[in-house]
């Protein structure tokens, strides 16, 4: 075990990557051992796992960051869930044609941020940086939605999915 510096029990030893049993990601080992590094220079750093992508490579990919629903009600955040279709997004359509897809993003009302997101789309991998972003630093959904968002991108979406809980299921553009 680790703690958020990467440090084990031991003085003076680290752990980073598969070996500390979290989460055995490429992604996740780099940050670690950024954080380890840093830790060991003096600067202060610490590893945040609030905001880990996770992706499966598949046709549509997967991708996930944040809490899950479950994990949001087992913590006991009351969320709201925002989802949208894929194929909202006209850049998307005109690129791929219509296909399976959907940007669901998890809102934690309270607090008026997002905690948790799941994309299936093409190229979902591409994107999802941008909602762990919003999430580990707990960007306020008001401050999103006055971000301006370039037209047309895929990444729309998560303006569109942020502005209503009950989009059409299609572009109804």
């Not at 905001?51 to 499966?56: E, R, T």
């Not at 968002?149 to 209503?164: G, N, Y």
């Amino acid at each position: 075990m680790t703690d958020e510096h990467c440090q084990t029990n031991l003085p003076n030893l680290f752990a980073i990557g598969d070996i500390n049993g979290k989460q055995m990601l490429a992604h996740v080992a780099y940050r670690e051992g950024e954080v380890a590094v840093n830790t060991i220079l003096g600067e202060k750093d610490e590893m945040d796992e609030s905001a880990v992508c996770a992706i499966a490579y598949t046709k549509p990919e997967a991708a996930f960051v944040g809490m899950s629903e479950e994990q949001a009600k087992a913590s006991g955040v009351e969320v709201s869930v925002r989802k949208v279709s894929i194929n909202f997004s006209g850049r998307h359509v005109a690129e791929n044609g219509v296909t399976n897809g959907i940007c669901k993003l998890l809102v934690d009302e309270k607090r008026g941020v997002i905690v948790g997101a799941a994309v299936l789309s093409v190229y979902a991998s591409e994107y999802i940086y941008a909602l762990a972003l919003m999430i580990q630093n707990k960007i306020p959904v008001a401050s999103i939605l006055k971000t301006t968002f370039p037209h047309p991108t895929v990444c729309e979406i998560i303006r569109d999915a942020l502005q209503s809980t009950n989009r059409p299921k299609s572009n109804s553009r």
